[in-house]
């Protein structure tokens, strides 16, 4: 049967290199977001996929690669549905909204205050300050929070998906200087990294990064700085390991570590996790498990659509996201969370006949992106990282951040217009814009 692995292996990785060739295609359509999931797929499949099969075991504590084919066929008519989408999106001929450069800086502006305050907000309020678990402490905050708390959690989100995006399309036009742009990501980087731990946020901006560089300078420069930067991009593979014992440990013992964890680290295991090849793992493995195994959970993880504003102490049972709910089949009662990836989870909740309403599922949310775009003038940048996030994020989270986001485009825009009317743009007043 290793030949049949070998075979699917093959096709898995030829798909996904030739979906490079149709994102050319969906750039000419003005499909960002698509795009972004295009390079999402890459991210957290293609790289993946080839460590993960070498190494074949990734930790001990997590399954290890598998051994049998059903999971390849079963990611190989996941990929190809999806460049079957990719085929069929058609150009969309709808005038897209006007763009008032003073209302897209102001709105750049009112998401970075927003985001520090609640960011503040919950540092003090959650008891993280008072000696807290950095992670356990925030989560139950959240969960135990009413309504406000919650939206306000989604309400930072936006404010993040608006900072990174701006802020690489301000660079882009020259709005923003270098200086400016790179204190404003290394602000926001760090604090992710010492209060948040969350890694997704620092991959968008790198991924932002390297998409305003291939816009700007051309894939040429891309592929050296890349180049370059690998090594350092290795060497982000212990995040995970050293991340737990910041608040363990003094600063000099802290360093010290990090250096003696980086120097000791397997190359090909440090670019496993760089690119969260565990994930694909533990995806694949849900392929095999499911309906055998596991039982699978009837679309409750996509019921948070619906259920993600009523708060966890006025419904008990409301739908855990899917990250939890696979964390439980894994390692149960240790409340971690665990990413299936957008295939695993409609697997896990549909089993088999997932593989007939995915397309179903991908359209509708890709066709959710493009309505917003219809109504508010989004930027590439914003597009772009929606469709990145659809492969990694649980489905009903990505859905809840677009309405979200929808909402603080609309709260923006009427806070704009009864403005007096001077507008200031980065401190300098301009005529008023419609």
Excluded at 196 to 205: A, C, D, E, S, Y
Excluded at 305 to 330: C, H, M, N
Excluded at 380 to 390: E, T
């Amino acid at each position: 049967m290793m030949w049949m692995q070998d075979l699917f292996f093959i096709l898995i990785l030829s798909l996904l290199l030739g979906g490079f060739v149709l994102s050319r295609r969906l750039i000419h359509n003005d499909r960002w977001e698509a795009l972004g999931l295009m390079v999402g797929m890459f991210y957290f499949v293609f790289v993946p996929l080839i460590a993960a099969r070498e190494l074949k075991v990734l930790d001990p504590n997590i399954p290890r690669f598998t051994e049998t084919v059903l999971p390849l066929v079963i990611l190989f008519i996941f990929v190809l549905e999806t460049l079957l989408v990719f085929a069929f999106l058609s150009r969309d001929t709808k005038e897209q909204p006007s763009v008032s450069p003073g209302r897209e800086m102001f709105m750049y502006w009112a998401s970075i205050i927003l985001y520090f305050s609640f960011q503040l907000y919950v540092l003090f309020a959650s008891g993280l300050l008072q000696g807290g678990h950095w992670y356990f402490t925030r989560h139950e905050f959240i969960e135990e929070g009413g309504t406000l708390i919650i939206l306000a959690m989604y309400l930072i989100w936006a404010a993040r998906l608006i900072i990174v995006s701006y802020t690489f399309e301000f660079l882009h036009l020259k709005r923003l200087t270098l200086i400016q742009a790179g204190a404003i990501v290394s602000l926001i980087m760090a604090y992710e990294f010492l209060y948040v731990g969350n890694r997704i946020v620092i991959l968008m901006i790198g991924i932002a990064g390297f998409l305003y560089i291939a816009r700007r300078y051309g894939t040429a420069l891309l592929l050296a700085v890349i180049g370059a930067l690998l090594p350092v991009m290795v060497s982000l593979g212990v995040y995970q390991d050293v991340r737990r014992l910041l608040y363990e440990l003094s600063p000099m013992e802290f360093l010290q570590t990090l250096v003696k964890t980086v120097a000791n680290q397997n190359t090909l295991l440090g670019l496993s996790k760089v690119f969260e090849s565990w994930d694909l793992v533990f995806m694949l493995d849900l392929f095999e498990k499911t309906g055998v195994v596991f039982t699978p959970i009837y679309g409750s993880s996509f019921l948070r659509v619906f259920a993600w504003v009523i708060p966890r102490s006025i419904w008990a049972d409301k739908p855990l996201t899917v990250t939890v709910q696979v964390g439980e089949l894994y390692i149960p009662g240790r409340g971690v969370s665990m990413v299936p990836l957008l295939w695993g989870e409609v697997y896990l909740n549909f089993w088999i006949f997932g593989l007939l309403l995915y397309p179903l599922i991908l359209w509708l949310t890709l066709k959710l992106i493009r309505s917003l775009c219809q109504v508010f003038p989004m930027n590439n940048y914003l597009k772009f990282l929606l469709g990145f996030l659809i492969i990694r994020q649980p489905v009903a989270d990505v859905i809840v951040n677009i309405i979200v986001l929808s909402l603080l485009y609309a709260a923006i825009r009427l806070f704009w217009k009864i403005l007096p009317q001077k507008k200031f743009v980065l401190g300098k007043p301009r005529d008023a814009e419609i």
